[in-house]
Every structure is written in structure tokens, then in C-alpha cells.
């Protein structure tokens, strides 16, 4: 994380964070800057899935300092979720503070947001787990040696994608959407309303 601010000197400044993330590099990274603490300074928190397997989720809270200043970072592992997909950020559950939807093979689950993001960022239990078996998604891994060297792709020909979250009905709280495509064209949206 660069400041867009000028440097002093030709040299450069270095940079405001810098770290190793711990899953591998073809999987998801996502950060997300917002006031946890309400102190009036930006947080980044960043989510990605650890090892090879994305057996666990680990969430790393920078707190702002300010100027572009960032706390040490504070880890929080939500283990065996075999998560591929979530959101962060969106109030979900209505109470005003950042909540995290993940989807895998668990299905839906949601970990509601703490009052005190600096003790605990999240629930470590889901409050809401939504069964969504029959919707997973199978993918395909085609591996070819063609005349420009080895080519590996991954695919997924149905099922479910997402989460992502909008207020659809404009009550201030946010649905869930997943999305699916089929082979012949047409898909379906999954939308969640949580109560």
C-alpha cells in the first residue's frame, strides 16, 4: 500500500503496508478499507483463504493510525470453512457494524460483527448457516502441452457464485445474491433475505 502523496526525495517512499499474504497467489485477496473502530481514521482488513486446501479464512485488521499509518496487524482464523467465496463489509444483520458472508461447501453462512472490532472482529460461530446442498460447483481442471508450452485452466460449468450483497427492496438492509449459469445459457439468482 503506496501513498499517492509526492516524496521528498527521487528515491521513493516506502511503502505504508507491506506483507506476505498466506494463501497462494491464484487465490482470492481482498481487501477492504472502512472505519471498524469509528475513530474517524480508515482500517483495511484483508481476507483470503490459508494453504493450498482454503481450508481456513484468515482475516487480517490493520487499524488506521492516520497519515497513511497503519496498526501491526491483528489475525483472526475462521477455521474449516472451505470458503471460495464471501463478502465483507456490508451491514447484514441490521445492527450498523461490518459483517462477513462466506460461501463454500457449509453452504451460506454469516458471522455477525462485534460492537468491539478491537477485542474480536467477528463472531467466531456463524450466527446463520443456510444449507444450500445440489447448488455446489464442480470444477473442471484441463491441463494441455500445446506448441507455446503448458496451459492450465479451471472452469466450473454450473452452480452457485458469489456472494455478493444489495438492498434490493430498499429497507436499508442488504440481500444476499448468489448467481448460477447453466451450459444451455440460462442462470438463476439465488436472492437471501436475512431477518
Do not use: C, M
Amino acid at each position: 500500500l503506496f501513498s499517492l502523496a509526492a516524496g521528498r526525495s527521487r528515491s521513493g517512499e516506502p511503502p505504508a503496508v507491506a506483507f506476505a499474504t498466506e494463501s497462494q497467489r491464484w487465490f482470492p485477496v481482498e481487501p477492504v478499507l472502512l472505519d471498524l473502530d469509528r475513530d474517524g481514521r480508515d482500517d483495511l482488513v484483508v481476507l483470503q483463504p490459508e494453504g493450498l486446501g482454503g481450508g481456513d479464512l484468515v482475516i487480517d485488521t490493520f487499524f488506521g493510525q492516520g497519515e497513511g499509518r497503519f496498526e501491526r496487524p491483528r489475525r483472526l482464523k475462521l477455521g474449516n470453512l472451505e470458503a471460495r467465496a464471501w463478502i465483507y463489509g456490508k451491514d447484514l444483520t441490521g445492527d450498523g457494524i461490518a459483517d462477513l458472508a462466506t460461501f463454500g461447501k457449509a453452504g451460506l453462512s454469516l458471522f455477525a460483527g462485534t460492537a468491539d472490532p478491537r477485542e474480536s472482529l467477528l463472531d467466531r460461530r456463524p450466527r446463520k448457516t443456510l444449507d444450500l446442498k445440489g447448488t455446489q460447483v464442480t470444477i473442471g481442471v484441463t491441463v494441455s502441452l500445446g506448441s507455446e508450452g503448458l496451459d492450465a485452466a479451471t472452469g466450473s460449468p454450473g452452480g452457485l457464485r458469489g456472494p455478493t450483497a444489495e438492498d434490493l427492496d430498499a429497507d436499508g438492509r442488504p440481500e444476499i445474491l448468489l448467481v448460477s449459469r447453466s451450459a444451455g445459457g440460462r442462470g438463476r439468482i439465488v436472492v437471501v433475505r436475512l431477518l
